[in-house]
């Protein structure tokens, strides 16, 4: 990580610049006011404890948005790419690999010395059309092995963590009837997880799922570690992807995600970090949940702050980043790295997800690239517990 080093002059130059010319939003936590923290940036305030990792989007990749750029090499020491190597756009067609952006995603982490994640080797969503009509599990099987082995291969000592399978569980702790549970049978993710061993046996290996404070889907996650532990294949980390509001999860739920995860023997990452601001549609649906909220779409009710977070709500996020953040730093030994979904809120899935054309403001960062209260509540945050 000394190249970030070489970052500490130019982040200096570039919040004193953001600063002079007024970042009003920031104004009560001015950074420009507080010397010490000038130099600071998210990583190298947590750099002993764990990584401080962003998912960048294609733009960013592709050297389009010089600005988001700047942040992701200033502030954090890990990148996830949002979209760029899930299946549909890495193999669209049987065998037909393309890894025009994928490539460039690798080399701007090696470029700039940071922890590469690979996100998401099997996955049932974006997952390319051809897969999910296959109906023969041997087919099933070879292409997966296949995917597995030629991306993990290519990036193999490059890539430094790889979410090897997503979301395979259901809410109650059962696998999802996916069509690689569907073809493959109960095993497959051992059997994944072998295959993206063998292609890079260096390489982090992460299962990776949303919703693990809830204890039945947690207790399903933790029963594959075990599993596959006791069948002697690698694993090394649960990725929680954390897509959290401003109330739920609570701190003690995150905590005793933190503790179950760490009692089997595998430390934590958090892959996914954002905090919705906006009503949750799954509240305004009751018991009925239905995944087409387009009913709310264009409800003034479900989009409160179109032109502007309210400060009440700014300070809100704020507390709930650093109450957040406290509880990694009690728990650093536990935990791996801590990425949030995104650099800035303009670019944030939860804009059009799970209803579409919201403005919402889950990350650190503003839609004109400041740092928000959160950001700086979290960098005051003392890294001895
Ligand atoms: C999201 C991306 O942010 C969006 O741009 C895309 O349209 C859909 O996928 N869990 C995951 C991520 O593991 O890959 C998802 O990313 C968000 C939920």
């Known amino acids: 990580m000394n190249n970030k080093f070489k970052n500490i002059t130019y982040v200096t130059v570039f919040y004193t610049v953001i600063c002079l010319i007024g970042c009003s939003n920031i104004a009560s936590t001015s950074i420009a006011s507080n010397d010490t923290s000038v130099s600071d940036t998210l990583y190298s305030h947590f750099k002993e404890l764990f990584h401080v990792g962003a998912a960048i989007n294609e733009e960013t990749i592709l050297g389009y948005d010089s600005q988001s750029e700047k942040i992701v090499t200033t502030e954090f020491n890990s990148i996830t790419p949002e979209n760029s190597l899930k299946w549909m756009f890495i193999q669209p067609k049987p065998n037909e690999f393309n890894f025009s952006v994928a490539d460039k995603y690798v080399q701007l982490g090696l470029d700039n010395n940071m922890h590469i994640v690979g996100h998401a080797l099997v996955w049932h969503s974006q997952l390319a059309d051809f897969m999910q009509d296959i109906q023969n599990s041997a087919e099933m099987n070879a292409h997966v092995q296949n995917h597995v082995n030629t991306v993990v291969s290519r990036y193999k000592g490059k890539i430094n963590a790889w979410d090897v399978v997503n979301e395979a569980f259901n809410e109650d702790g059962s696998l999802r009837e996916s069509v690689f549970y569907n073809q493959m049978g109960e095993d497959y993710i051992d059997q994944v997880f072998r295959w993206a061993a063998k292609a890079d046996p260096d390489a982090d290996l992460i299962y990776n799922d949303y919703n693990v404070y809830k204890p039945l889907k947690r207790a399903g996650i933790l029963r594959l570690v075990e599993k596959l532990k006791s069948n002697g294949t690698k694993i090394?980390?649960?990725?929680?992807?954390?897509?959290?509001?401003?109330?739920?999860?609570?701190?003690?739920?995150?905590?005793?995600?933190?503790?179950d995860i760490a009692s089997v023997g595998v430390p934590v990452s958090f892959t996914e970090l954002d905090i919705s601001v906006l009503p949750s549609p799954w509240e305004m649906v009751g018991a009925e949940v239905s995944q087409n909220f387009s009913i709310f779409e264009g409800d003034p009710k479900m989009n409160p702050y179109p032109n502007g977070l309210p400060d009440v709500i700014q300070n809100q996020l704020a507390k709930r980043y650093e109450d957040i953040f406290k509880l990694f730093v009690k728990h650093k030994d536990?935990?791996?790295?801590?990425?949030?979904?995104?650099?800035?809120?303009?670019?944030?899935?939860?804009?059009?997800?799970?209803?579409?054309?919201?403005?919402?403001?889950?990350?650190?960062?503003?839609?004109?690239?400041?740092?928000?209260?959160?950001?700086?509540?979290?960098?005051?945050?003392s890294t001895t517990d």
Do not use: C
């Open 334 to 381: 536990k935990i791996s790295r801590v990425t949030f979904w995104g650099v800035m809120d303009k670019h944030s899935w939860l804009n059009d997800w799970p209803i579409k054309g919201r403005t919402n403001y889950p990350l650190l960062f503003d839609r004109n690239y400041q740092p928000k209260k959160a950001y700086q509540t979290v960098l005051d945050l």
């Open 236 to 259: 090394s980390g649960v990725g929680v992807q954390a897509h959290w509001d401003l109330n739920s999860p609570s701190l003690k739920e995150i905590e005793q995600i933190i503790l």
